[in-house]
């Protein structure tokens, strides 16, 4: 049974835990997905990746595009659940996987921008850390579009969740639920 593990969870708890079963479909998977059982979870607390100088720009000429952060990667057999906190001025999309961009309706896509800083935006601050949650698995980590209106020179990004040890089970063992781990459904 699941109990508050789910995407977008406010208390941002684990998906998973030790000995639950899922069913994981996205890009790296096939059509139907591919079950596991989890075996072990551990905390990701906290890492922040500074991608540096950026120089003004504006959408979609954007100061710095598809960026990879090879210190995310994971595993064999490893999922992972981030949420993430824009630190500095600037603003991020999400490609997951590259070169598909997240968030993102028919005609637009959406960004993160700077967390709030100021407590009368507590809510802006909960929604945004809630909407910013992402998984992917093994190394086949996420892309980011990075933008700036103003020069910069530091742009930071704080990343923190979840890591799951998962081994495969057979395709006729029936998960407790599946999991959209990216890509978007009938793309690959």
């Known amino acids: 049974m ?20 899922v069913n994981l479909k ?3 998977f096939p059509a139907e997905g591919k079950n596991f059982k989890c ?3 551990d ?26 952060d090879t210190n ?6 490893e999922l992972g659940q981030l949420r993430m906190m824009v630190l500095d001025d600037l603003r991020v999309r999400l490609k997951n996987p590259a070169p598909m961009t997240k ?10 921008p700077q967390f709030p ?11 945004l850390f809630r909407m910013s949650e992402f998984f992917y698995f093994e190394d086949t980590g996420p892309r980011f579009d990075l933008f700036s209106a103003v020069t910069v020179t530091e742009a930071r990004v704080l990343y923190t969740g979840w890591k799951y040890k ?11 639920f599946s999991l959209m781990v990216n890509g978007w459904p009938s793309q690959k």
């Open 2 to 21: 699941i109990i508050n593990n789910y995407r977008y969870n406010p208390t941002f708890s684990p998906i998973l835990l030790e000995d639950m079963t």
């Open 72 to 77: 995310l990667e994971l595993a064999t057999n």
């Open 166 to 176: 998962l081994t495969p089970l057979p395709t006729t063992d029936k998960p407790a």
């Open 39 to 41: 075996i072990a979870v």
């Open 26 to 28: 996205g890009s790296d």
């Open 117 to 127: 800083v100021t407590a009368n935006e507590d809510w802006h601050k909960e929604y």
């Open 43 to 68: 905390a990701l607390p906290e890492y922040i990746k500074d991608w540096g100088a950026l120089t003004a720009a504006t959408w979609p000429a954007m100061s710095s595009t598809d960026n990879e």
């Open 103 to 112: 968030w993102r309706t028919a005609k637009y896509a959406f960004y993160l």
